[in-house]
């Protein structure tokens, strides 16, 4: 029986394990690198152990400070999460070999899947189609082989997943500088740069087959996922079941599945992975994730059963309490990845303090999440801010649902890929189950909810109360005098504020009744404005005879502004300007924290548009710093190897007059 | 604590017609005030404009906190004179970096900026409000100077001004100088003798001869910024402490310098959480009679003034034509002394010198609410007293140390004017409603006095008197008077701090009241003897 549990992971995933163990009577222990000391995750276990360290390397990914962790926290058992040790075999044994339960798979199970192309090879042997693929090594014909695998192929990291070292190369032309970049970038991330060639297809689904399976030989599925939408090759948006399959073509797939997995001996949980053809009906096995997935509560919410009491019943040795009859699909789930990125720029990771992180409780939706208001996203680790899950009777339900619940929410401090999400879930090609890994190219969600010129001055109307309100109430003298008070004639006060890269000015003045007549840009909009009530976080205003509540949330001259339209961020311009506020003009800034990977330029150097200036590397991606037009290099501040923070400029360009 | 009733019919006919006439009177007023806020006109200000400058008002909006109050003083100065209205001066008070300033803003778009005799008239006043309350005063500079072809009503006057900034720093009242443009000649020394002096790149100009004056006397060729610019003042002479970038940056840092102050204010604050009137201040436009010959009452105007409308009544019974008593506005104690009908009796008198003294007992500043014809005469008045009793008023108002705010809100005559505490008694604000009289008595009586004195002193004389010219006489004198004694005449010639909406009488006295208490509240103790 297990009585202490040790997740060696953080996060939201650290409290959804924490979740399952305190309503299985399980005590919990977290483990916690020196940024996530005030972590959620952290307070809420039992115990919690320091494991030092700043970085993934140095704390979560350390084989031996997280053993040495669950022996002095007296833990009986050891859930790895997803991602950091979980699919490291060597791990899983160290843990057993210091007399700890693993909660996962048997480590040899772990250590097959953990080579691609060893995978591969099972599968291939087992049955499980496969697509055709070849390693490529110091001798290897790299041309010849992709030519005879057929363009478009996939350079691919062996050791890796989450997109990392991965490539798409549609012609011989871009062969080397692809293959380069995945090994570099494999290097990097995996400490190892085998990597291989691969068949491409175009626009395939993924659809994922999610496994259970105990000790004595039992062996379930539960069903598929389908997670076609993708960034950077990385999953955003996940569903049970996927609107591509039939119930035919999903017993198949399912016991697809189950060959792939009963080839390797597995128990605990576990995903096999494919990409469907839905034109032809044909999968392929991409391969077999050894671990609880990070999609995984839709299949909890389609089929009632929560994975992680599975998996710790099966570490205990107890048998699968279902049976492959008993597992049935209800409804339909949705799950979106709530990230702080930028969806405008390319999906940068964005880093910041959450000034504001509220959920509506209405209408419902479940929330993994590991961040609360006043949270820190670093650049340490992986961006993701919430998992938010609605699982409804049907698709379109949820789809709608989920938008509106991710509308509902107030974030601010951080950007988020949030008005993107409910953009993708609106659009009429997810609504009508188009979902192919190509969709977002294909259906380029809005990245950022843009107002209607209406709706833009109401938000301002809203913000130009409540900034009132707020000063009037810090007043030192005469609170209680109307805002804003005039005997005679004097111009309108001013708010100005960048939306959209753009100044907008919002001029008003408090008229007799108590209300305010608010003009945006001139007098582009008029409107009449009168403050019903302050509420916690926001205020209800009546504009034009509409009454609405708006949140507001403001950090310094940032404001994050949510009404009945939808969220907006805006920047106030102070009413001064900061007389040593200058910037470089020409500068190439940093987009993110990270480290100098190539300086491609020197001073004096002639660049013309696109032309790469820098990679950096900032959250284990590749980033390029290109030319913005033609240019002269004037200085470059940055070397190899350097340490630079967003916003620091990296290179300063003079524009050649064309 | 007694809460006063209203007993108004909105749907009265007097009340409508009150009403629209009032409404009728702010019109007229409105139109003066625009005028004044246009300044030196369209094609001035477009000019000012169009050299990247801001104008005086817009200067001032910056200046102040935001949504914070600001009372503009005498807006409508100079009116019925051959000046702008406004007299080239914005003055009003705001507070700024949380404090509360006089703030003073030449408006150059009217000949310049430059001071003509009003200008200087309402300098003096701004300076004056400046010595009586403690407020600290931040100039917005930009004049030509003198008005010179006026130099015979302005030049000793305008020596005053630089007089009155250095005793209010003699006396630890901060003055501050953002020189904005101009400030030339003798407009040198407003920058010169002020505490703390910012000027503006490239605009401020300060010196005391400029080109063509050096070329003419000393034939010197003189480069502008060389002899007066904001560089040469922060760098070379030391006549400005810190250099703007620009008309933002010199704001920036006038509110900067006024946050540094750190200035403490010495009187009473509000001792009560601030409760609206339970009646509406709009009502009260339909409330004062169109016609000034018609009382009207007093405690529903007070009504819609005071705090939850409450007003706890000194003697109700006692000298009934002046209400008296103890009420908050804006969450301070306030004593009030107000007209209920236009006479006043040896009673009322006598009620008054008390209830002022009662209010000095206890550093309580008072209001006076003037609607006043002045104190009764006839056989039987002066028999009782009236001189007297009017003078235990007029000392008992003059001795008073308490800070005495008036409302004018209808007519002010006689002595009344003085046991009421009008101009000459120094109140250290003045405000007056749009209806509002001011004279020595009404047009009528005026020209009717002088015609009886005219006929008793023919028929003392034994002349024959000639109707027809008495007549024609009398007649141009009243129009005269009837002309003089209006709010607008008085307001233009600064007889007071400015013509009020009636609506705002609570918020503008809300405003003078924190004003004054940057000063000291502390009433008189050991009063005058008082002639019983």
């Known amino acids: 029986m297990i009585t202490r549990i040790l997740v060696a992971n953080r996060g939201e995933i650290a409290r959804r394990i924490f979740r399952t163990a305190r309503a299985m009577g399980i005590e919990t222990v977290a483990v916690f690198s020196e940024g996530d000391a005030t972590a959620p995750f952290v307070a809420e276990a039992d115990t919690a152990v320091a494991l030092g360290g700043r970085t993934a390397a140095e704390s979560y990914l350390d084989r031996d400070k997280v053993v040495a962790a669950a022996i002095r926290a007296g833990a009986d058992a050891v859930h790895p999460g997803y991602g950091f040790l979980s699919e490291n075999a060597e791990f899983a044994h160290a843990v057993e070999a210091a007399g700890i339960i693993w909660i996962g798979p048997p480590p040899a199970a772990i250590a097959a899947m953990g080579d691609k192309l060893e995978a591969k090879k099972l599968m291939v042997a087992a049955g499980v189609p496969t697509l055709p693929s070849v390693e490529i090594t110091a001798t290897t014909d790299v041309r010849a082989e992709a030519e005879s695998i057929g363009f478009p192929v996939l350079i691919k990291a062996a050791a890796g997943g989450g997109g990392k ?52 030989g039992n062996l379930v599925h539960c069903f598929e996922r389908e997670c076609s939408i993708q960034r950077r090759h990385q999953k955003v948006i996940e569903e049970a079941p996927s609107p591509a399959l039939d119930p035919e073509l999903r017993r198949r797939m399912g016991a697809a599945g189950l060959e792939a997995v009963r080839a390797i001996g597995y128990h605990s949980a576990g995903t096999v992975e494919f990409l469907l053809d839905d034109r032809t009906g044909e999968y392929f096995f991409l391969e077999v994730n050894t671990r609880l997935q990070v999609e995984h509560p839709v299949t909890e919410e389609i089929t009632g059963l929560d994975l992680v009491r599975q998996m710790i019943r099966v570490a205990e040795g107890h048998r699968l309490d279902v049976e492959q009859d008993d597992l049935t699909i209800t409804g339909h789930a949705i799950e979106v990845r709530l990230y702080a990125e930028d969806p405008a720029n390319d999906f940068l990771p964005a880093v910041g303090d959450l000034a504001a992180w509220s959920i509506p409780s209405d209408p419902a939706a479940r929330f993994d999440s590991g961040v609360e208001e006043g949270s820190t996203v670093s650049v340490e680790f992986d961006p993701l801010l919430a998992k938010v899950i609605v699982h409804a009777e049907s698709r379109h339900e949820a789809a709608q649902r989920l938008a509106l619940v991710l509308e509902r929410m107030v974030i601010a401090g951080v950007v988020t890929n949030r008005d993107f999400l409910v953009a993708a879930l609106r659009s009429p090609e997810f609504l009508a189950g188009d979902t192919h890994t190509d969709f977002i190219e294909k259906v380029a969600p809005a990245p950022r909810f843009v ?148 300086v491609a330029v020197t001073v004096g150097d002639q660049v013309t548009v696109g032309q790469t200036l820098i990679v950096m590397e900032a959250m284990k991606m590749e980033h390029t710093i290109s030319a913005p037009g033609s240019a002269t290099v004037i200085e470059v501040r940055c070397a190899v190897g350097d340490q630079v923070d967003n916003g620091q400029v990296l290179v300063v360009l003079e524009e050649v007059p064309a | 604590m007694s809460i006063l009733k209203s007993n108004l019919d909105l749907r009265s006919e007097t009340y409508l017609q009150n009403r629209a006439v009032m409404e009728g009177r702010l019109a007229d007023y409105q139109k003066l005030v625009d005028e004044a806020v246009l300044g030196g006109g369209e094609k001035y200000r477009d000019r000012h404009r169009q050299r990247g400058r801001l104008l005086a008002r817009e200067r001032i909006e910056l200046l102040v906190d935001p949504d914070s109050p600001f009372v503009e003083l005498s807006p409508t100065a100079a009116a019925d004179t051959e000046f702008n209205v406004g007299g080239a001066v914005v003055t009003g008070l705001g507070q700024i970096s949380g404090t509360e300033c006089v703030i003073l803003a030449n408006d150059p778009t009217v000949r310049g900026g430059s001071m003509n005799p009003i200008t200087v008239k309402k300098m003096l006043r701004a300076l004056d409000i400046c010595r009586q309350n403690r407020l600290p005063m931040v100039f917005l500079v930009e004049s030509g100077g003198a008005d010179l072809p006026h130099q015979l009503h302005l030049y000793l006057q305008a020596g005053e001004v630089f007089r009155n900034i250095t005793a209010l720093s003699s006396a630890a009242i901060p003055t501050i100088s953002l020189v904005f443009g101009s400030s030339t000649a003798g407009g040198a020394y407003l920058p010169g003798t002020s505490d703390y002096v910012v000027m ?147 009673e009322d008198a006598n009620k008054a010198a008390q209830f002022i003294q009662l209010a000095n007992q206890v550093d309580t500043p008072l209001i006076f609410v003037q609607n006043v014809t002045g104190y009764m005469i006839g056989t039987e008045y002066e028999q009782k007293g009236m001189v007297k009793h009017g003078s235990h008023q007029i000392n008992a108002v003059t001795n008073s140390t308490v800070p005495h705010l008036t409302v004018q809100i209808g007519g002010s005559y006689g002595a009344g004017n003085y046991g009421m505490a009008g101009r000459p008694y120094d109140p250290r604000f003045l405000f007056v409603w749009p209806n509002g009289k001011t004279a020595v008595m009404g047009g009528e009586q005026l020209a009717g006095t002088l015609s009886i ?28 008077i009837n002309h003089e004694e209006q709010a607008v005449v008085m307001s233009g010639q600064l007889y007071d701090d400015g013509i009020i909406d009636p609506r705002d009488t609570r918020d503008v006295l809300g405003v003078a009241l924190s004003a004054v208490m940057t000063n000291e509240c502390r009433g008189q103790r050991g009063y005058g003897v008082f002639r019983m």
């Open chain 1, 451 to 598: 107002p209607s010129r209406d709706d833009l001055a109401r938000s301002l109307a809203a913000v130009v109360a409540f900034h009132q309100a707020e000063q009037r109430a810090s007043a030192r003298h005469l609170a209680f005098m109307p805002s804003g008070y005039r005997n005679s004639v004097m111009p309108p006060q001013e708010l100005r504020f960048v939306v959209d890269e753009r100044d907008v000015s919002v001029t008003y003045r408090s008229v007799r009744d108590g209300g305010f007549d608010v003009w945006v840009d001139g007098a582009t909009v008029a409107l009449r404005v009168v403050p019903v009530a302050e509420v916690r976080g926001g205020i209800v205003v009546e504009i034009d005879g509409l009454r609405a509540r708006f949140d507001l949330v403001r950090s310094d001259l940032r404001w994050h502004v949510r009404g009945p339209a939808g969220s907006l961020d805006l920047v106030q311009i102070p009413r001064f300007p900061d007389p040593d506020g200058a910037t470089v003009v020409g500068g190439q800034i940093a987009p993110m924290p990270g480290a100098i990977r190539v």
């Open chain 2, 200 to 346: 503006v790149d490239q605009q401020a100009k300060v010196f005391l001869g400029g080109t063509p004056l050096g070329k003419m006397a000393t034939g010197e060729d003189a480069d502008e910024q060389e002899l007066g610019g904001a560089a040469m003042h922060s760098n070379v002479s030391g006549v400005s402490d810190y250099f703007a970038v620009d008309e933002h940056d010199a704001i920036r840092i006038g509110r900067q310098i006024v946050a540094g102050l750190t200035y403490r204010k010495l009187g009473r604050q509000p001792d009560r959480a601030v409760l609206p009137p339970r009646y509406d201040a709009e009502e009260i436009l339909g409330i004062v009679s169109a016609d000034l010959k018609v009382p009207f009452p007093v405690r529903e105007i007070l009504a819609r003034i005071l705090d939850d409308s409450e007003f706890d009544e000194f003697k109700p019974n006692y000298g009934p034509n002046l209400v008296t008593g103890f009420g908050h506005l804006h969450g301070y104690s306030v004593g009030i002394l107000a007209n209920d009908r236009g006479v006043l009796l040896n």
């Open chain 1, 165 to 216: 070292g991965m490539r798409v190369v549609d012609s011989v032309a871009q062969l080397d500088d692809a293959l380069a970049g995945a090994q570099r970038e494999a290097l990097n991330s995996f400490g190892n740069d085998t990597v291989f060639l691969e068949k491409y297809l175009p626009a395939p689904r993924h659809v994922e087959i999610q496994v259970l399976g105990d000790t004595h």
């Open chain 2, 453 to 480: 004195v005219a006929r008793q002193s023919a028929a003392s004389q034994g002349i024959d008197f000639d109707e027809e010219a008495d007549a024609a006489r009398t007649r141009t004198i009243e129009e005269q």
